[in-house]
C-alpha cells in the first residue's frame, strides 16, 4: 500500500513537471516571437524616419564644431604654416593669404592673425590651467569647471581645433571698432570667410559676442549666409531642410 502511493506520488511530481516545462518553453517561444515582431516595426519606424529627417551636409568647409558638436577624433587635416609659429588648414592658406593682401592694398596694415589652429592636446591645457587658476581662487573643481568654461571652450569644441578660424589682433572686443573690421565686414566673404559669433547671434551659437574671430566657409556659403542673416547653426539647419 505504502509503496503504490510512493509510486503515485512520484507520477503526480513527474506529470506536474512536465506540464511547467511545457508551459515555460511555451512562454518563451512567444516573448521571443514578440520580440522579432517588434525589432521589425522598428527598424520599418527608424526607416520612415530616415527619410523624414533632414539631410547631413556633406561639406568640410560647414563643420559645425560647437558646445554640441565636439570635433570628431579621426577628425584629420593638413596643416600649413601662416608664419613661424601659426598654422592653418592647407586648403584655406591662399583665401587667407589673398584677403590679407587685398586688405593690405586698401591701405590696412595692422591686422594680424593672432591665432588660428590650435591642437585639442593645447585647448586641453588651456582648459586644466583655467580650471587651477579658479580653485587656486578658492573654487571646488566643479566650480572651477563651470568658470573655465565660461572662459574657454571645452577641448574638442573649439573652431580652433578645426584648423578653419582666425583670432585677429588683440583678440579683443574693441576690434569692432577698427578700420580692420569695417574692411573685413564689407570684403571677408569675397574669401570665404564670416564673422563666427555675431552680436544678434549668441543665444543661438552659445557664444559671447567676438569681433576678432572669423570662420572659412568658403565664398558661396559667406555670401549666402550673410545675404540671409544666419550664423553658422542656422545656415547648417537651413541647408538640411533644403535637400
Ligand atoms: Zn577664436
Not at 533632414?54 to 600649413?80: A, F, G, H, Q
Request: glycine share 4%.
Amino acid at each position: 500500500m505504502m509503496r503504490k502511493k510512493r509510486i503515485l506520488r512520484r507520477v503526480i511530481f513527474l506529470s506536474m513537471m512536465i506540464i511547467i516545462m511545457i508551459v515555460c518553453t511555451k512562454k518563451l517561444h512567444k516573448a521571443d516571437f514578440s520580440e522579432h515582431v517588434e525589432e521589425d516595426y522598428q527598424e520599418v519606424a527608424e526607416n520612415l524616419v530616415v527619410e523624414k529627417e533632414p539631410k547631413e551636409i556633406n561639406d568640410w568647409r560647414l563643420t559645425l564644431v560647437n558646445y554640441e558638436n565636439v570635433l570628431p577624433e579621426n577628425y584629420e587635416m593638413e596643416l600649413v604654416n601662416i608664419d613661424k609659429i601659426r598654422k592653418i588648414d592647407a586648403r584655406v592658406f591662399d583665401e587667407l593669404h589673398q584677403m590679407l593682401e587685398h586688405m593690405k592694398q586698401d591701405g590696412i596694415t595692422n591686422v594680424w592673425v593672432q591665432s588660428a589652429y590650435r591642437s585639442v592636446e593645447r585647448q586641453e591645457d588651456l582648459f586644466e590651467r583655467k580650471i587651477k587658476e579658479y580653485m587656486e581662487q578658492g573654487n571646488t573643481r566643479e566650480q572651477a569647471e563651470i568658470l573655465a568654461l565660461q572662459a574657454i571652450n571645452k577641448p574638442g569644441t573649439s573652431e580652433h581645433n578645426l584648423g578653419l578660424a582666425v583670432d585677429f589682433n588683440y583678440v579683443k572686443g574693441d576690434f569692432d571698432t577698427t578700420k580692420g573690421f569695417a574692411w573685413l565686414m564689407e570684403h571677408a566673404q569675397e574669401y570665404g570667410f564670416v564673422l563666427r559669433y555675431g552680436k544678434e547671434k549668441e543665444a543661438i551659437t552659445k557664444v559671447e559676442y567676438e569681433p576678432w574671430h572669423w570662420r572659412y566657409v568658403g565664398k558661396e556659403h559667406a555670401v549666402k549666409m550673410n545675404e540671409l542673416g544666419m550664423c553658422l547653426e542656422e545656415y547648417v539647419q537651413y541647408l538640411r531642410q533644403q535637400s
